[in-house]
């Protein structure tokens, strides 16, 4: 099928770690992207990561491929109250089409 | 550099009604893609124009929505008539296309619709 399945809530402290996870389901994807949505706002392309890759970092992010699992995950340090969002995860397939996750409420508290 | 322009940003109908969305996609960006998403789900593509061409359309619910590019710019998305599950936030986005490959996807704000 075409899931791409994620938890569906996260909660953290200011200032810790937050790690976010998704499983895919095609192994010939060739990106997965994290995009991040706010309320009432669009989808924001975060990161992505090639799929001869396994790990990238930009920043406070972190992205870590396990192809064998069709495992991803986005690690984000120092996590603020602005990055309360809810994050997607995707996998593109065909002509571009990107296959969404139902996506992780990440709430962050002080 | 503008971003992706959506209108309306919020439509209230009634079933059986017909309701028109309309995008205008980053200047030069010759891929444009229409995403439906349903409150608490992630988006899903409905259809995807290359240029005025159809690349994919087999998630397009073809006896109600239609959709058009005609000049290879602006595009609009058609529901008739409009049923309660297509209640949405319909999404548009746009990419350009260079040396066999489609770039990022860039997103604009949005059109909900409630369908009452």
């Known amino acids: 099928g075409e899931d791409v399945e994620q938890s569906l809530f996260l909660s953290v402290r200011e200032g810790d770690s937050s790690v976010i996870n998704c499983t895919y389901t095609d192994s010939s994807s060739t990106y997965l992207y994290w995009y991040k949505q706010e309320p009432g706002a669009g989808l924001q392309l975060l990161t992505y990561i090639f799929s001869n890759m396994d790990m990238k970092q930009d920043q406070r992010l972190t992205v870590l491929l396990n192809k064998k699992d069709k495992h991803l995950s986005l690690r984000i340090a120092d996590t603020q109250t602005g990055d309360s969002a809810i994050y997607f995860c995707?996998?593109?397939?065909?002509?571009?089409?990107?296959?969404f996750g139902a996506g992780t409420r990440l709430a962050v508290h002080p | 550099e503008a971003g992706v322009a959506q209108s309306p940003r919020y439509k209230i109908i009634e079933k059986r009604q017909s309701v028109a969305f309309w995008c205008n996609p980053i200047s030069g960006h010759a891929t444009l893609y229409w995403y439906q998403q349903i409150l608490g789900q992630g988006p899903k593509l409905l259809i995807q124009?290359?240029?005025?061409?159809?690349?994919?359309d087999s998630q397009l619910p073809k006896d109600r929505f239609s959709a058009e590019r005609l000049k290879g710019v602006d595009s609009t998305l058609k529901i008739q008539p409009a049923k309660l599950e297509d209640s949405a936030v319909y999404l548009c986005?746009?990419?350009?296309?260079?040396?066999?490959?489609?770039?990022?996807?860039?997103f604009g704000p949005g059109t909900r619709l409630t369908v009452l």
């Open positions: 986005a746009s990419s350009s296309y260079s040396g066999g490959q489609y770039n990022e996807q860039f």
């Open positions: 995707a996998e593109s397939k065909g002509y571009n089409k990107l296959i």
């Open positions: 124009f290359q240029n005025n061409g159809v690349v994919d």
